[in-house]
């Protein structure tokens, strides 16, 4: 019987893969959300945000007046989790929370003055850094890519 050195351990190691992986679509689709997230997070990370602050940021500034509710639908989170994006947001005065006219007993989130250019800054960045990472396709495979993205997503629903 032989003793494998640390050296050969470490050999060993480095020739191990993911293939066996790499059939399943879950563990494509999770090893290229790593990459998407990581590049999203250190793009808007100068300006004081997370992907999940950013992402209702940008919703709230799209759909002015949403109410928290909605927002949490799209995102897809639950509404006690919100309520602390919607803090964090509203603590640096990116975003207002007001009484909805029509339901007094709603809220309605809008972004502030600071909120859009803020958000308009952040998505800048993060569209750049998003362009070094889809540089690799062309502009039909992006295309393709997105609505075949969409499509695996709408079959959710059966």
Same mark, same amino acid.
């Given at each position: ?70 927002? =949490?639908?799209?995102?897809?989170? $639950?509404?006690?989790?919100?309520? /602390?994006?919607?803090? *964090?947001? %509203? #603590? ?32 800048? =960045?993060?569209?750049?850094?998003? $362009?070094?990472?889809?540089?690799? /396709?062309?502009?039909? *495979?992006? %295309? #393709? ?14």
């Amino acid at each position: 019987m032989t003793q494998h050195t640390a050296k050969q351990e470490v050999e060993e190691t480095d020739c191990a893969s993911d293939e066996a992986m790499r059939e399943f679509l879950g563990y494509s689709l999770k090893r290229a959300y790593m990459v998407s997230h990581k590049n999203a997070s250190e793009a808007i990370e100068p300006f004081g945000l997370k992907v999940r602050s950013f992402s209702a940021l940008t919703l709230i500034v799209s759909n002015p007046g949403i109410p928290p509710s909605r927002l =949490a639908e799209i995102l897809q989170i $639950e509404r006690s989790n919100l309520v /602390l994006i919607m803090d *964090e947001l %509203e #603590t640096r005065e990116l975003i207002s929370r007001t009484r909805d006219p029509q339901d007094r007993r709603r809220f309605a989130l809008n972004a502030t003055l600071r909120g859009k250019r803020l958000q308009e800054k952040a998505a800048a =960045a993060s569209a750049a850094r998003q $362009e070094k990472i889809i540089s690799r /396709l062309t502009t039909a *495979e992006y %295309e #393709t890519l997105q609505a075949l993205l969409r499509r695996f997503e709408e079959g959710s629903d059966s």
